[in-house]
């Protein structure tokens, strides 16, 4: 329970990050009107999908019960994916915020434009306009699978040094038992 709210986290912030980005350029009250509302619909839309999920299992038992062969087989069918299902959602998440944090950060730490915090979004915009005006009609699905690749492995690299750092912080839960 503990990693779904703190995915959920990571996953809200990262959209509520976003979110700002696109709205910096407006007044402090327009920024703020924006950002509630897309935390609203945040909420509605991430904890209503959780919710879903979490009673997929239960749905399928109530349809099992059922009557009619087809319902019983289709809630058999959902009790037998959720672990599938739960596992992929767990995989493609991970896997998306390590790409959606890696290119907040490559983008957003150069974002003045100077310095070696731009050398790499620099780089990776360079490349990606290099690979998208040479290969052509997929050039641009190519360019941009160049950047998700380079903000993925960001992603990564900093999401293990920071794993790394907290495991070397003492755990106050362990020394408490």
Known sequence: MGGAIRTDLILSAEIMVIALSTVSHQGFWSQM?????????????????V?????MDDIGLKLAQRESSGM???????????PKVLATISVVG???????????????????????????????????????????????????????????????VVGSVVVGVLHLVPNKKAHAE
């Open 51 to 55: 919710a879903l999920l979490v009673r």
């Open 94 to 156: 991970t896997v998306a915020m390590l790409w959606v944090g890696g290119h907040i950060l490559m983008a957003n730490l150069g974002a003045d434009g100077t310095g070696w915090f731009n050398a790499p979004y620099e780089w990776v915009h360079h490349v990606e306009h290099g690979i998208a005006e040479a290969t052509g009609a997929l050039g641009g699905m190519l360019g941009w699978s160049f950047n998700t690749l380079c903000s993925a492995v960001i992603g990564f």
């Open 33 to 49: 009107v924006s950002l509630v509302v897309v935390a609203f619909f945040i909420t509605i839309l991430v904890y209503g999908v």
């Open 72 to 82: 019983q087989t289709l809630g058999r069918g959902l009790v037998t994916a959720m």
